[in-house]
């Protein structure tokens, strides 16, 4: 079962070779693991050289490593992953078996780095004759670590030299044969015994690297990884840290074009919360959202690689604004529950909340929602596209 980590609670890691996929990564950024031997000497391996124990993936997109834990030598009983972000973003990391069953999986909850900001992400930590992984959030400053209590910015710290791990050959079939089948993070069934409640935070994670999705392989749906652009991966990242992202078969919104809706249209509100729509049928390995625009009753499919400011134009120019009707946008809505998948309503009609997907209302009347399903609210001002989207993986999450 693919279990997401609470913060600071160790839990045994899912086998004794692993895989470790560092989300939200990209190219400049850095990944190191660090740990002090019986000498008391601190190494730094930022995972460039293979080691006898450990290795970069470089047959991979993204930054993934391969760790041999019975092989750790003797001596070393705590390693700390950390990474530093050269730009502002949400990071994860995932930490699967290297073989056996990759449903046994677990995930760090997820974290916002300032530029330049560097964070202890996970901590291994030798157990008896086993191993615990721990979920960390710890910024380091000047080699110094300090609890997180806000978002803080924090210039970059100066690298001190450490001295580089001895390289070993890597001893020839210690990792087995590698498993390329994706994580399914479909809500696992839950028994009693387990202990935990169904829905909570513990019972769905996901393992999706940056740049391509890394889709679950799911009864609903199957396929290959769907190309994420880059003016979307940073919201998609920011889906992902979620945890309870999922595949799905259908990711679709109901547009309310009705006349009062200009506003919105007119300020780019609405095309950025198509845009946040977009980040999570990519984390959901859905290359488009099916998207029906009411009053005029057009359907297109919004594929993640179209700016929604341009379909929002080519729409208007064909059918214009109209006088809304409410009773076709509850309709729409309806049907759409029916075909199942994810759907999402947009308008500025905070009476139409409508389920079981999600309601966007823009302006001060979200307040007044009463509708079966969860409502997120857009007010007046620049729209936080990142902050939106996982908005919105949250209010989905059960959908």
């Known amino acids: 079962m693919a279990v997401q980590l609470v913060l600071s609670r160790p839990v045994p890691t899912p086998a004794a070779q692993v895989r470790v996929i560092w989300q939200g990564h990209r190219e400049g950024d850095l990944v ?38 019975p092989g750790v030598p003797d001596g070393i009983d705590r390693i700390v992953l950390t990474t ?9 990391v995932v930490v699967l ?21 560097t964070r202890e992400l996970l901590e291994l930590t030798r157990s008896g004759t086993g191993w615990l992984v721990t979920a960390l959030n710890r910024v380091v400053l000047d080699g110094v670590e300090h609890r997180v209590a806000s978002r803080p910015t924090i210039s970059a710290p100066e690298q001190s030299p450490a001295p580089a791990p001895t390289v070993e050959p890597v001893v020839a079939g210690w990792s087995g044969p590698v498993t390329d089948h994706p994580i399914d993070v479909r809500r696992p069934r839950v028994r009693p015994s387990d202990g935990i409640e169904p829905g909570s935070a513990a019972t769905a994670a996901t393992a999706m690297r940056s740049g391509s999705s890394y889709p679950s392989r799911t009864a609903e749906s199957a396929g290959p990884p769907v190309p994420i ?4 991966e940073e919201a998609v990242d920011a889906v992902r840290a979620t945890g309870s992202t999922r595949s799905r078969t259908r990711v679709g919104a109901i547009v309310d074009l009705s006349a009062s809706m200009r506003p919105w249209i007119a300020s780019g509100h609405l095309a950025d919360v198509l845009t946040a ?42 059918s214009g604004l109209r006088t809304g009707d409410r009773s076709a946008l509850v309709a ?24 079981p997907g999600a309601t966007v209302v823009l302006g001060p009347g979200a307040s007044g929602a009463t509708g079966r399903g969860p409502v997120v609210s857009v007010p007046a001002g620049p729209v936080d596209v990142r902050r939106l989207a996982r908005q919105l993986a949250d209010a989905t999450a059960a959908s």
């Open 277 to 318: 729509i977009q980040a999570v049928a990519g984390a959901s390995n859905r290359p488009n959202v099916a998207t029906r625009f009411l009053p005029a009753d057009q359907e297109v499919d919004l594929s993640l690689a179209t700016e929604p400011a341009d379909a929002l134009g080519t729409q208007l120019a064909a």
């Open 97 to 117: 078996p290297l073989t056996h069953n990759p449903d046994d999986a677990v995930q760090h909850p997820g974290a916002e780095l300032a530029a330049n900001e």
């Open 32 to 69: 190191r693991a660090t740990w002090t031997d019986p000498s008391g000497a601190v190494s730094d391996w930022p995972g460039s050289q293979g080691i006898r124990w450990a290795q970069r993936d470089s047959l991979r997109q993204g930054e993934e490593w391969k760790i041999n834990l």
């Open 229 to 232: 652009p880059p003016r979307l």
């Open 332 to 355: 729409a809505a309806d049907l759409a529950g029916r075909r199942g998948g994810l759907t999402v309503l947009v308008t500025d009609d905070a009476s139409l909340a409508t389920g």
């Open 84 to 92: 530093t972000a050269t730009g502002p973003r949400s990071v994860g």
